[in-house]
């Protein structure tokens, strides 16, 4: 410890279980903040700020500044990442959450004759069921993780229960025919909620994580690793990119509608120059008010706006020169062969330390080197998740058709998770720095299972509405023509037309609306409780009030926008 650290007392006493105030006798020393300020910048290949033109009062100032930078630095460095089967029920509690808000929804139908119509009161179920849970689940209730789905699970189940007793419809209808009515149920084809509610979890998961990571209370497992392993928050960059993809020009293209390849392309050209701009602004801001940074994780000058605005417009490059139906070759060949490179030659000694080997950050590349090298990864990612995206997409309308979807995908997830553990033992554990094989396959897989946990909570919600005539549940399938009715959507009378309009504005809308100024808002807003808290010294209650407020100021904003409907985009 004291090796790795190069005997800096303070960074060894981070190391400790309890996180707690540095004692006095501890702290780093005037001439220690400066050695380790000193080195740390002649790698990133910068001057040292300590000299004799700085006045005293600002010298002293700009060291405690760089000695706090670096404590936060090194509290978010050097992590291994926690288990598969950790993140994988984790994740659980999404489709859940969304099951129990559903749940709820129906029951207050059934009880009231009428859906819960107050907006105040939707927000704050949406933000109590959907939002609240992963705050807690990443701090207090983290040792605990597993115990979480069970309890939420069984809360589900009692309300289903529930529901089914006192249904209102198929009274005295036996089970194996609501089970053969709900298979031939017709639901929107145009509209596939599953896709929008992973999308919106992902960014929702990000913006809690990037901010509660910065307090000693999120588990050090959780956060980014530094080389290799599977912490939460890598999952998150990986599910970033497979989302995009997801809902891309390439695949969202009509059937029928022919449009030249070259057009789509230039639209992708247009329509990424936001990123690039909010990843000037963001490397601009960073260096001016000295933000700390983990640059093992993209670089010195890179960040994540720039992978994701590179990664768009060379897959829409490809596409445009390989058929969009074989993108899945198209991304097993960019993995395997960036595997390859980094085993043949000398690039993944380069992404791990450096040209000269001792982690030089001298010179544009040396700087960004995880940044550009991890482009390969994060593009196989993308690629296949184009492939995803096209099967996805493909017109279905009966409740059997999505059966067999999830059924596919469970074999693949299969299929793919064998692969991902014959990589890590032949060839190299997951690691998000330099987005290999494993990790590739490790993103596609996790993304999958997630994205099959909605498929199932929607498919649920789809038999629970069966059982209740009338009931509504936002970001869910709604029926085209039920099985034993002949009435068309577009008949319905205008009061069930209003309750739709009520019910669209909820939390998972509100944030699809405005996905990426919600997503730049959690990035502002965490900069902002950094430069004001200390984070790394701050006791549990405090805590979970901070980012209890962080996340319904956020969830609030995109609400209001959502309620006016105003849609913040200009490309």
Known sequence: ?????????????????????????????????????????????????????????????????????????????????????????????????IACRGLLLILYKLHNGRSLRSRKYHLLLDFTVLV??????????????????????????????????????????????????????????DYIPSITVFRVYVNVLTAINILAVDFPQYPRRYAKTETYGTGAMDFGVGAFIFGNALVCPEVRQKTGVVQSKFSCLARQLLSVWPLVFLGLGRLISVKAVEYHEHFSEYGVHWNFFFTLAIVRMTASLLLTLFPTNKSWIVAVILAVFYQLILDTTHLKMFVLYGSDGKDTRLGFLNANREGVFSL??????????????????KKRTLVKDWIEVICFFLLTVFILFIFLHMSQVYVEPVSRRMANLSFCIWIVAQCLTFFICFLVTDLILVFTKLLVNGSRVPCCWNFTQPPTTNTKHDSEPASIKRERKWLSICIINAIDKNQLVFFLLANVMTGIVNMMIDTIHSNTSFTLFVLHLYMFTNCLIMYILHAKNILLKCW
């Open 1 to 97: 410890m004291v090796k790795m650290f190069g005997g800096n007392r303070v960074l060894i006493y981070l190391l400790d279980l309890n996180f707690g105030r540095l004692p006095p006798e501890v702290k780093p020393s005037r001439s220690e903040r400066e050695s380790e300020t000193n080195g740390r910048l002649q790698r990133q290949g910068g001057r040292t700020s300590f000299n004799k033109q700085i006045p005293f009062c600002t010298e002293k100032a700009h060291g405690r500044r760089m000695s706090q930078k670096l404590l936060k630095e090194a509290f978010i460095s050097n992590l291994n990442g926690t288990s598969l089967l950790e993140i994988s029920i984790g994740l659980t509690l999404a489709p859940l959450c």
């Open 132 to 189: 609240a849970p992963f705050v807690l689940g990443c701090t207090i209730l983290s040792p605990i993780l597993h115990l979480l789905p069970i309890t939420i699970g069984a809360f589900c189940a009692g309300l289903f229960y529930k529901i089914y007793n006192r249904r209102n419809h198929y009274i005295r209808t036996p089970p194996k025919q609501i089970i053969h009515d709900f298979l031939k149920t017709s639901l929107e084809p």
């Open 376 to 393: 390969y990864g994060y593009l196989a990612i993308y690629m296949a998740s184009v492939q995803v995206g096209l099967y996805v997409l």
